[in-house]
């Protein structure tokens, strides 16, 4: 199956700190990714949608400014999570599909924040 | 509005069989997908139908029947790392996927 990327793996940070997440596709070219976050045991949630070369396209109630998205190229999209406060902290997890129709999404490893 | 339903918790032995269940009502149909994740990880793909009928991988097979907007997962010969969440979703008319909220699988011994 595809591979897809991210980093960190974990990552601690203290309030009002900006911190970037990459999400890599390392054998296919990711037209469209995803960024999601997951509090603990519950369901995974669509926070945007990303193609390459285009602006995201937010869920309902995510603050656009707040968590930038950046899809630069068919390979890397990022998530910067801006002045982070305690209640960001989530695993967010992003994913990736090569085309723009039926094709499986393929999930990064995910990347824990923990804001203090 | 769109709706995916499935079981929160179940529990089966090592060994066994376990059919986790996935009812839906979306705008639209491109698919049903199966994804597996284990604590702490992100979900891996298991399985994908958009035809009607049962489609076997190994020790799991999904089955799809549109009319009645239903899927199960199946998995046989249990093993103890299949304790996991089994996450439903459906492929809606934009290509969106719609999330169940996820099966807590148990495995005993």
């Known amino acids: 199956g595809a591979v897809v990327s991210q980093h960190p793996s974990r990552v601690i940070c203290k309030s009002g700190t900006s911190v970037k997440i990459e999400c890599r596709s390392l054998?296919?070219?990711?037209?469209?990714m995803f960024w999601y976050r997951q509090f603990p045991k519950q369901s995974l949630m669509l926070m945007a949608t990303?193609?390459?070369?285009?602006?995201?396209?937010?869920e309902q109630g995510v603050e656009k400014d707040k968590f930038l998205i950046n899809h630069a190229s068919l390979t890397l999209s990022t998530l910067t999570v801006t002045s982070a406060h305690p209640e960001d902290s989530s695993f967010y997890i992003c994913s990736a599909r090569a085309g723009t129709g039926q094709e499986t999404q393929y999930f990064g490893p995910g990347t824990r924040l923990l804001v203090l | 509005g769109q709706n995916i339903d499935q079981p929160t918790e179940m529990t089966a032995t090592e060994g066994a069989i376990v059919q986790i269940n996935c009812t839906y009502q979306t705008s639209g149909f491109n698919g049903l997908f199966w994804y597996q994740q284990h604590a702490g990880e992100a979900p891996t793909f298991l399985s994908y139908?958009?035809l009607d009928g049962l489609e076997e991988k190994g020790r799991f097979s999904s089955f799809l029947s549109r009319s009645k907007g239903y899927s199960y997962l199946l998995l046989k010969e249990l093993q103890m790392k299949d304790s996991a969440s089994y996450l439903c979703?459906?492929?809606?008319?934009?290509?969106?996927?719609?999330w169940g909220a996820g099966t807590k699988l148990i495995i005993k011994p």
């Open positions: 139908n958009v």
């Open positions: 054998d296919f070219q990711a037209t469209t």
């Open positions: 979703a459906v492929m809606d008319s934009n290509y969106q996927l719609i």
């Open positions: 990303s193609n390459e070369g285009s602006k995201a396209t937010y």
